[in-house]
Every structure is written in C-alpha cells, then in structure tokens.
C-alpha cells in the first residue's frame, strides 16, 4: 500500500477555482423509463419543457467550459439536438461502443483527460441543483451523497469522523448507513491506471465505484452532502422534478389570451399559443409555444404543456408532462400522467390515477410489478401513440411507441 502520508493535504483545491472540464454519462439505454426511451436517450427526456441534460448543462459550474459525453444508445439524437457547443460550452462526443459499466464509460474519455489534475464525473439522467455541483468543485476529490429512505437501492456510503470517504458498497442487503452515493464526483488522471485494471463487478460491469474505493484508501475524498438530489430511475420520477421546476415559474404572457380565460397563480405562455374563452388555469402551469388551449378547459398545477400541443374542450389535465404535438381531444381527463410526443388522445379517453382501494400505484418495470409510491398516478404514455373514443387507462399502465386503442377500450395492462 502506498505512503498515505504524501497525500496529507486538504480536500479543498486549491486549483478548484479553474476546475475546467467535466465528463457526463449518457450512454445508457435506461430500460426503465421505458416506454418513454424506447424512441429517445433519457438524457433529452422533457421535464419543464427542458432536456434533463439541458437542465443539467444549466446547473454546472460556471467554470465548467468544455464537457466530454459519453455517448452510445441513439447518440446520433444527442449530437443534432447539441451539436459542438451549448451556450459557452463546448461539447465533445465520445463514444462508449459497448455499455460495460460507468467504470468503462469513463475509461473512454482517458485520452482527453489524462493530464488533467481535477475534473468533473456525472450521471447525465437525475437532477442535480447548482448549488450542490457548486459544492462539489470546490474540492480535490470528491462524492456527492445523500441520505435516503432505501439505501439498499444505491451504492451506500461509509464514511470517517472527517466526513471522507472510507468504501462504498453496491446495493447491500443490510446497508451499514442510509448515505448514498449519487454519481456525482470530482477525480484526476490517477483514476484511469485504476479503471483498466478493475474486475467486473457481479452484474457483469466494470464499476467506477471500484476504482473510488482503492483511491479512498490511500488519499482523502470528501463526501460533501447533496440538498437537492433528484433521482429519475422510473417515468414517474419526471413527475417530482417537473414540479420542483414549476416553482420557479413567474406569469409572462408571449401569447394571446381571449376573453372569459381565468388564471390564478405563476403561469408562462409560450409565443403563438392561444388561450380560448372559458379556460381555467391554476399554476404553476408552463406552456410552450403555438399551443392551442381550449375553450373550457382546466388545467391544473404542476402542468408543462410542451409546443404545438392541443388541450380540447372540456378537458381536465393535472399535474402532467406532456410532450410536443400532442393533441389531448375533448371531454378527456388526464391527472398525473406522463406523455410523450405526436400523441392523440380521442374525445372522452380517461387516465385513471387513484386506485379504488386507495393504495400506492403500481407499474410493470419489464419482469418486475414495481411500487411507485404514490398514491396518484396515471398513464406513461409514449411516442406516437393514438387512443380510440371513450378508452379508460386504468392506473399506471403504460402505452408503448405507436400503441393504439379502440373506441371504448379499457386498458388494463400495459399495451405494446
């Protein structure tokens, strides 16, 4: 083992100040969100009529100026949606040809980094606030965790009286503390010797957290505790993060309101949308542009309507994602649903979001029947998708990409 005592210096960096690059992980084809990644990255899921990476690139450092994606699953998507820069960002492309874990991911982007003393590591599919990823640089060597209900779901964090990393542990049964590790790191070149030499784990993956583990044995990584982690591992999870969102929303009108429209609260109105007469709206509500909303129509809080959706007559949306061109037609119901983009719903579809017997919602996640734990959920809804007349969504279900229902169809299973 080496000579700890080389290593004594403080985890603040003193270079922290110019930490520069940063490495985003979207590689992945995230089963899980399915239907919604069926047809698109998860990194360019909406939320807030936002991609979760736009919103993550939003949230980085301000010194953070060139970014390294690691890419593979419908890359060609990410690359024409971001092309060689975001704002004052440059973006760089780097393919991970074969998914074998965050370990190997970040190995690819060794011949870009290699000489570079700190730079920035993260998961491309939660939500991560500023302020945190701000705390995170300002150190050498770091993890951000957090404390969570289900440790035994993450990798669980032990740590010293200084508050340093002492090992993570991947999924335990009989997790030793509730604190998590939420992908997030600073490291330095030091990393990739490690990385090519790491075993794979027991899924079957070259683990980044294995490597984390020989450095914490020999140099001090902080563990700096996260106050707004957002983790997005299934479809509902678009649903806490649109609403986080939403509260930031101020009234600004770029549209046109007629007469007899009725709003109360924070809502934006996107360029070319109309409000029609007898819209009620309660916010915070987000509507994108050249939408067509009404006549008598409700929508209600913690709603994004993407662009050129259509909201008929005498429908009722609650707290919804709903994606670009997608027409929800009259007399429909639709509460806490997400749906994705090109959707039509016909006249009187219902999307069920309470059970009869008042438990938690739950949903098929490929073999598994997975607790949402929510009390309310509706339909995921994906690409392309049509529904006949009068069809009923019972709770949870989901549509997949250029599903179809018939006149009066009750939708109880999921519909491939």
């Known amino acids: 083992m080496q000579n700890t005592s080389k290593f004594l210096m403080s985890t603040e960096s003193a270079n922290a100040g110019i930490l520069s690059k940063a490495v985003i992980l979207v590689a992945g084809k995230s089963t899980r969100t399915y239907p919604l990644t069926c047809t698109r990255p998860k990194a ?3 939320v807030a009529n936002k991609t979760i990476l736009e919103i993550m690139l939003d949230n980085l450092p301000k010194n953070i100026t060139e970014i390294f994606l690691i890419v593979n699953y419908k ?37 870009f980094l290699k000489n570079e003393d700190n ?21 050498a060597s770091t993890i951000l965790a957090q404390e969570v209900e289900h440790p035994e779901w993450y990798g669980v964090l032990t740590t010293n009286a200084k508050n340093e990393l002492v090992g993570i542990e991947e999924k335990p ?45 020999t140099k ?14 299934y479809p509902w999870h678009l649903l806490d993060v649109n609403k986080k969102l939403l509260n930031q929303v101020k009234f600004k009108n770029d549209g046109k309101i007629e007469q007899g429209v009725t709003i109360h609260g924070a809502v934006e109105i996107g360029k ?41 007559n005498a429908v009722e949306v609650k707290n919804c994602v709903v994606g670009d061109h ?8 639709v509460g806490d649903s997400v749906i994705g983009e090109h959707v039509n719903f016909g006249a009187g579809t219902i999307a069920a979001n309470l059970r009869h017997d008042d438990q938690t ?25 049509h529904t006949g007349v009068h069809t009923s969504i019972y709770p949870g279900r989901k549509l997949w990409p250029h599903a179809a229902t018939v006149p009066g169809e009750a939708v109880k299973k999921d519909k491939e």
């Open 272 to 312: 070319g949308t109309i409000l029609k007469s007898g819209t009620y709206i309660e916010g915070p509500v987000l509507i994108g542009e050249n939408c067509t909303i009404g006549p008598n129509c409700y929508i209600r809080a913690d709603t994004s309507l993407g662009n050129k959706v259509k909201i008929g």
């Open 361 to 385: 919602v739950k949903s098929q996640v490929g073999k598994n029947l997975v607790d949402s734990g929510r009390r309310k959920l509706g339909a995921i809804i994906g690409d392309h998708v």
């Open 44 to 46: 360019l899921l909406k």
């Open 220 to 233: 001090p990584i902080a563990v700096v505790k996260a106050k707004d982690w957002q983790p997005m591992t």
């Open 326 to 333: 997608t027409s929800i037609g009259h007399l429909s119901y």
């Open 173 to 217: 049964a009989k997790p030793k503390t509730n604190l998590v590790n939420t992908g997030v790191y600073v490291l330095s070149k030091e990393i990739f010797p490690l990385l090519a030499k790491v075993k794979k784990s027991k899924r079957g993956e070259y683990e980044l957290t294995d490597a984390i583990n020989i450095i914490a044995k």
């Open 119 to 139: 730079f920035l590591v993260m998961i491309g599919d939660d939500y991560f606030s500023a302020e945190d990823l701000a705390a995170v640089s300002k150190h």
């Open 75 to 111: 890359k060609e998507m990410i690359q024409e949606t971001f092309k060689s820069h975001y704002k004052n960002i440059k973006i760089n492309y780097v393919e991970q040809k074969e998914t074998k874990g965050t370990g190997h991911a970040l190995l690819q982007a060794e011949q």
